[in-house]
């Protein structure tokens, strides 16, 4: 069955530092893969879109990695701040794929 | 200012009533979504609609029902027979396609008096 899956474990890290998420697929070829942030009671917010013949995107502090061989996506945010904590989804999408969301990954940063 | 807007923010749903969740954009997209959320849990969906008049079942449409008359709406009806309706549900737009951002409303938290 296909499967989407981020580290259901919170990521604590100090300001300053750089965050790396990680999101694994199986059972898909998406065309494309998105991040969103989402805050407590609210909805997700679009942050990246890579597709499937991109290796790398980059958005301010932001960057997406897409490797189709190993069906892994990692997204960094560089000097991170307190303002950054929140949870990060990722989703596949493209061709006959209807947008799938992973569980997400919190993300705490302490100052 | 183009968006999504749901409503209400919070919904209380009494035993054997059925009550609906609305859900309205005006970015003239096609795609519409509905998603479930649950604590600590990923968004699962229920129902979505690629035109006006069509709508297909998600991974987790019993309980639920949907109309999609219009192009701006995209109503959600929570049903007697969804007997563990409380979560948080989310509307969703998208361009043309699977390929495009979403654009999400703000949600809704539906509870179980």
């Known amino acids: 069955s296909q499967k989407i899956e981020q580290n259901s474990e919170a990521l604590n890290i100090q300001e300053g530092k750089t965050a790396t998420l990680t999101c694994n697929y199986t059972n898909y070829s998406p065309a494309y893969l998105q991040w969103y942030r989402q805050d407590p009671g609210r909805g997700p917010v679009f942050l990246l879109l890579i597709r499937e013949n991109e290796k790398e995107k980059r958005k301010e502090r932001l960057k997406v990695t897409f490797d189709t061989t190993l069906k892994q996506s990692l997204f960094h945010i560089t000097a991170s701040q307190p303002a950054d904590s929140a949870t990060y989804l990722c989703?596949?999408?493209?061709?006959?794929?209807?947008?799938?969301f992973g569980r997400g990954t919190s993300l705490i940063v302490h100052p | 200012d183009g968006g999504i807007t749901q409503s209400p923010k919070y919904l209380f749903r009494k035993e054997g009533q059925n009550v609906t969740l609305s859900c309205e954009q005006n970015l003239n997209h096609d795609a519409m979504y509905w998603y479930r959320q649950d604590p600590g849990q990923g968004l699962r969906l229920i129902y979505y609609s690629q035109i006006v008049n069509d709508f297909q079942k998600g991974d987790i449409a019993e309980g639920y029902s949907v109309s999609r008359e219009k192009k701006e709406s995209f109503p959600l009806t929570v049903t007697s027979a969804q007997k563990n309706p409380t979560a948080f549900y989310l509307c969703a737009s998208q361009g043309t396609g699977f390929v495009e951002k979403l654009f999400f409303g703000s949600g809704t938290q539906l509870s179980v008096l």
């Open positions: 989703a596949l999408s493209g061709g006959s794929y209807i947008p799938t």
